[in-house]
């Protein structure tokens, strides 16, 4: 493992926040966790960093980062169908697409283009374009902290939901995710169930197949999502609330063209809508801003420093609030 003190974050957050950590530690083999663990470095406040890419600094952080840089992809089982890949945390997830690319395994193409690693993804069940990673997920494999005690969850022990899963609820901070196991197919099966994808397909005449969801999700996200190379950002700030009906219905009046998906309990509304309608979308102010052309980005466009990333999304909650009287709650996790 490598440990830096007093270490700059800006390059391990996508929002480009000009912060730092007292400790930093790349580990370089998932099994360093135990040996921090018996040197009692877990006893002092740490935060598990992936590509820092659903993050939000606000401050230097006063403890330690621990950041897994190990990757590589195994396959542990394998016949006509079906596939199972074991990928260890520290791996890029655009390397896994790109790996199933390869080998034409279905599941996840429609999850091309999130930043991040792949220890992140069952933590927030990223998800995008009809698919969460909880549908290809068979299990999650890593150390219980701070004792470093080896777990493995089958994933529904995980207790997936929208953007939620047991590793950001009861067990946050609890886990260091060493591996994720995914079931693939080897047989052609696509979600086309999100429009703006079917139509970018039908647009670029194209039929379905892995290469061509993927060229596909890729335009549809450029079209809509900053370039993190280019802008500060940490994708979707905000979660889509789930409301109950009757105020879908009421809200209607204001918004005719409200947006709503079933959920479980309730209605999911889409909160770039509502930030779009409170008129925000394409704010700036310094460097601090809306993107343009996704109302649920919040983006910094330079120099925006944490308190003014700050100041503009509690401004944006408390006006939605005004306006719709719903309460968004932020996706990303702040620290
Ligand atoms: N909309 C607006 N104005 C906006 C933005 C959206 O009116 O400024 C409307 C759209 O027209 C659309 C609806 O809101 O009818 C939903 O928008 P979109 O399809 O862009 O999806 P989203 O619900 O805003 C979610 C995820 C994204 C994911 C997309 C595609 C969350 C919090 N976000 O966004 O995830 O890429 O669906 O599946 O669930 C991320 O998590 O970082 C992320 C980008």
Known sequence: MKVFQDFPLQDHNTFKMKVSCRKFIELE???EIVTLAEQQDLAQPYYILGGGSNVLFTHDYEGTILHPVFQGIETMEEDAQSV???VAAGTEWEDL??????????????????????????VQNIGAYGVEVKDCILAVEGYLLPTAEPFRYEAAACQFGYRSSIFKKELSGKCFISHVWFRLSKEPHYTLTYKAL????????LEPSLENIVRCVRAVRDSKLPN???I???GSFFQNPVVPEAQATALKSQIPDLVSYPAVNGVKLAAGQLIDKAGWKGYRKDDAGIYPKQALV???YGNATPEEIHQL????????????QITLQPEVNIL
């Not at 199933?100 to 992140?120: A, D, F, K, M, R």
């Open 313 to 324: 999304y509690e401004t944006v909650i408390s006006d939605v609030y005004n306006k719709f």
């Open 84 to 86: 199972t890949l074991r």
């Open 232 to 234: 500060g950002c940490a």
């Open 298 to 300: 919040v983006v910094n």
């Open 29 to 31: 083999r998932p099994e």
């Open 97 to 122: 697409i790109d790996h199933c690319l390869e080998h034409q395994y279905y599941g996840l193409e429609n999850l091309t283009g999130i930043p991040g690693l792949v220890g992140s993804a069952p």
């Open 198 to 205: 079917t139509e970018e397909l039908a647009h670029q005449q």
């Open 228 to 230: 993190i190379d280019e």
